[in-house]
């Protein structure tokens, strides 16, 4: 079944405690993305990967850091989680697309990240 | 840059009644629109997306969404909801000129309460 993995489901946390969520995509899709899902501002970027070794910022990068060893994963990386970071994180892929925009974005089931 | 607005952040409507949730978009380039689905403790799905040609476009579970350039606005619509469509909805635009037009920008989400 085709999907996109994302562990744990839930995560409670203190201040300063380096974290890491995976997330893992079987569809071979070249693109991949971070997104928080905060309650009034919808999804926002953290950030994405065009490719292996490939990433970039999104519109709110701040305190996360990701990498891109492999195709399949791109884990969001947490050194010194603040409580300003406390939201659902969604990880998403899709097939690369040029100018067709054909390709939707699937969607993990979420990641519940409460920082105290 | 692209923004997305959503005009309602929750819709209460009965059974079997009609809907329509409001999107607009700013944008200076072309784009590509999209309504995406979330139920309660899942990710994000595809409802439909519009790319080119036709502005009416149907999506799953009979949702429909409409394309209007002038008034830069892509509802979505469906003719008689059911209690499964409680969910919430969120439109998401990316730009259809940049080659890799993965990035979709979010609304922040219109929460459908279907009542019976």
């Known amino acids: 079944e085709a999907q996109v993995t994302q562990n744990p489901r839930y995560l409670i946390t203190v201040t300063g405690k380096k974290l890491t969520v995976t997330c893992s995509q079987n569809m071979n899709h070249e693109y991949m993305s971070w997104y928080r899902q905060d309650p009034g501002l919808g999804l926002r970027q953290i950030y994405y990967s065009m490719n292996v070794e490939v990433t970039d910022k999104g519109d709110v990068p701040e305190g996360y850091k990701v990498s891109r060893k492999e195709k399949r994963n791109f884990p969001l990386i947490l050194e010194s989680p603040s409580p300003n970071q406390t939201s659902l994180y969604f990880c998403a892929s899709s097939v690369r697309t040029g100018a067709s925009g054909n390709s939707p974005l699937h969607f993990g089931n979420g990641t519940r990240l409460t920082v105290t | 840059a692209q923004s997305v607005t959503q005009l309602d952040s929750q819709v209460p409507v009965f059974e079997e009644a009609p809907v329509e949730l409001r999107c607009n978009y700013s944008?200076?380039?072309?784009?590509?629109l999209f309504w995406y689905v979330q139920y309660p403790n899942q990710g994000l799905q595809l409802l439909l997306k519009?790319?080119?040609?036709?502005?009416l476009v149907k999506g799953i579970n009979g949702f429909e969404a409409e394309f209007n350039k002038s008034q830069t606005s892509f509802h979505l619509r469906k003719p008689s909801v059911h209690i499964s469509d409680t969910a919430e909805y969120f439109c998401a635009v990316s730009d259809s000129v940049q080659a890799g037009a993965n990035n979709l920008f979010f609304g922040t989400g219109t929460r459908l309460t279907v009542i019976p």
């Open positions: 944008s200076s380039v072309s784009v590509y």
């Open positions: 519009y790319l080119s040609g036709s502005t």
